[in-house]
């Protein structure tokens, strides 16, 4: 395995929620960041893409201090940006603007948003979506922009059980290549492209 | 008991009103007791100004500029008002619950006029001075017109600022017509009444037959969206994000620089050409264009940066948000300097040279909107009123040393 590869946290420590010291590394590949809520899970990820200043403890991409190399991360955050009057479509296009180098093509963006069922909303303003459908909006985004670490904040709650199968399914062809990391209390729609759990708890 | 719609929206106007100022009725006996006869002649100057203002339409030899201004500043001081109480007038924490009942339009019209005419509170002094004045002043026949016409103008303004609030531009836009008809009638001429009358007839008929934009067309449609669209991704979202979130700031800003702007065109056509006009008149609206705009730089990076948190961590996002979040004000400011220059210019005397005007001014309060801009994004409660402070002295020096 390239060790240019890897994700590593060394002794990270977090504002928000119990993770004191945490140190681990992810290789690519799915994987799941489970506990109960208000543990850190979604300040996990929020720190790995930049947007949570830690508190102690260093992120790297290989040798890389992630902060030095933030257009090889991307975050679908769990609740959708507060930009209600902004259309879906343009919302996409804003973020795979950030990722000239990782994005993929336009064919690949359509077949995303054919497969999760969005092709009906790309002109709506997200003010006017489901919650579920303003989640695969980001969802497709994120997928899209496919920078080296793709970070997940509870991807499958709102959204329905077709949209879930097409987005496993999705992440399972990104897993030999990119580090997937996915908060979610629903481990069993994963069970066949997981990787690694990172289980976090409370301190007894 | 049953309780309407208009009897909800009034009680709550009441408690809200009552719950913001609980407690502060100690501090403003304190501040009036601090203020004293001071205090009260100002707040009586500034009616007695708008009052004398809106008589000077029945003047004959009233220049339309002047016109102009007295009705920019009634407007823009009814809006002011209704704009800070736009919250409690409105009924804003209850929308989202409020929006999936079966309430009709005109029952949320009534309610909005009712209690926007009690938001216009001691506005109605100036009126009804201005009303027994006509009477007092003018033939019974002139008098009756000119009320009349006073009425409607104040009616339309009144349902301007309601339409302005409300979000609903193209109909607020018929409803500034009939203020057109005003800069060049006067109220107490059959002419002027009739037109007045007539153009407000015409306009609250376009305005009611206007279909409401529907919210999906929000965004300019065709050539003019993709254009948008292009823009909106290259500033790094700063472009949306600053027209639909921070709309009402730049209304309110907009609104006081086309006031000043209005003031000094008011004096220009007051007094005669002079130096001092003209530099009063260039530091005045400089100033006026600084203290307005410098903290926007801020304001914009602040909401873009809190409404995409998400991509906060990504280095080239935030300084793309920083970079347009700088550059619109700033290119904004740089328009308002040039008006202030154009408009200093034209106060004075004739045969004189621009070359005569203090260019050094404008360096002066460009790097005052700098200092102001750096300080605003220093997060010390301390720039809250030390920029503002540094605004009001220099000005106050400057125009004691041009005007003596």
Redesign the interface.
């Given at each position: 395995m390239n060790e240019a590869d890897l994700l590593r946290l060394h002794a990270l420590t977090l504002p928000f929620g119990s993770v004191k010291e945490l140190s681990c590394t992810f290789p690519p590949g799915v994987h799941l960041v489970v506990g109960p809520n208000g543990v850190g899970k979604t300040s996990l990820l929020r720190a790995i893409a930049g947007a949570l200043p830690s508190t102690g403890g260093t992120i790297q991409l290989g040798d890389t201090p992630l902060p030095k190399c933030s257009s090889r991360v991307v975050l679908a955050p769990g609740v959708p940006p507060a930009i209600p009057w902004l259309r879906a479509g343009l919302l996409i296009d804003f973020v795979l603007s950030l990722y000239p180098a990782s994005r993929r093509d336009q064919a690949y963006l359509a077949q995303v948003v054919r497969r999760l069922h969005l092709s009906e909303v790309m002109d709506a303003p997200l003010g006017n979506l489901s919650a579920g459908m303003a989640k695969k909006v980001l969802l497709a985004a994120t997928l899209v922009a496919a920078p080296t670490v793709m970070l997940f904040d509870e991807p499958i709650n709102e959204i329905d059980a077709d949209s879930c199968d097409a987005l496993i399914s999705l992440l399972a062809d990104y897993r030999s290549e990119r580090i997937i990391l996915v908060a979610t209390h629903h481990l069993t729609p994963f069970r066949d492209v997981v990787a690694s759990t990172l289980a976090l708890g409370r301190p007894a | 008991m049953s309780l309407s719609y208009a009897r909800l929206r009034q009680l709550h106007f009441r408690m809200s009103l009552a719950d913001q100022f609980r407690g502060m009725g100690r501090t403003v006996i304190i501040l009036l007791g601090f203020l004293g006869a001071t205090g009260l002649l100002a707040v009586a100057e500034m009616l007695t100004v708008l009052a004398n203002g809106l008589m000077a339409l029945t003047y004959p030899d009233t220049a339309p500029v002047e016109r102009l201004g007295v009705v920019l500043s009634w407007q823009l001081v009814t809006l002011g008002l209704l704009w800070s109480l736009r919250r409690v007038m409105f009924m804003q924490g209850a929308d989202s619950f409020l929006s999936v009942l079966p309430i009709p339009e005109r029952a949320v019209w009534r309610a909005d006029l009712l209690i926007a005419m009690q938001c216009y509170s001691i506005m109605w002094l100036p009126l009804g001075w201005l009303l027994y004045t006509l009477w007092r002043r003018l033939p019974p026949q002139q008098a009756l017109l000119a009320c009349m016409s006073y009425l409607v103008m104040i009616g339309s303004g009144l349902v301007l600022n309601l339409l302005l609030l409300r979000g609903m531009y193209r109909r607020a836009g018929m409803m500034a017509l009939p203020m057109l008809a005003l800069m060049v009638m006067r109220p107490q001429s059959a002419a002027g009444a009739g037109a007045l009358l007539g153009v407000a007839l015409l306009a609250v008929i376009a305005a009611v037959r206007m279909r409401p934009a529907r919210?999906?067309a929000?965004?300019p449609a065709g050539h003019g969206r993709a254009c948008y669209?292009r823009m909106?991704?290259v500033s790094?979202?700063v472009l949306?994000?600053s027209l639909?979130?921070l709309r009402e700031s730049l209304i309110v800003r907009g609104a006081s620089l086309l006031g000043a702007w209005a003031m000094a065109m008011a004096l220009l056509a007051g007094r005669a050409p002079s130096m001092g006009l003209a530099t009063a008149l260039l530091i005045g609206l400089s100033a006026m264009a600084s203290a307005t705009l410098y903290r926007l730089p801020a304001l914009i990076r602040s909401t873009v940066l809190s409404?995409?948190?998400?991509?906060?961590?990504?280095?080239?996002?935030r300084w793309r948000v920083t970079l347009f979040a700088a550059t619109l004000p700033t290119a904004l400011f740089t328009i308002c300097l040039g008006a202030a220059w154009a408009t200093a210019i034209h106060a004075l005397p004739v045969g004189a040279s621009d070359a005569v005007l203090p260019f050094h001014l404008l360096y002066l309060y460009a790097g005052l909107f700098v200092l102001g801009a750096l300080g605003a994004t220093w997060p010390r409660d301390v720039m809250r009123w030390l920029i503002p402070a540094a605004h009001f002295s220099l000005t106050l020096v400057l125009l004691m040393a041009t005007l003596t």
């Open positions: - | 919210p999906t929000s965004q669209e909106a991704v790094a979202l949306p994000v639909h979130a409404r995409l948190d998400f991509l906060v961590g990504h280095r080239r996002f």
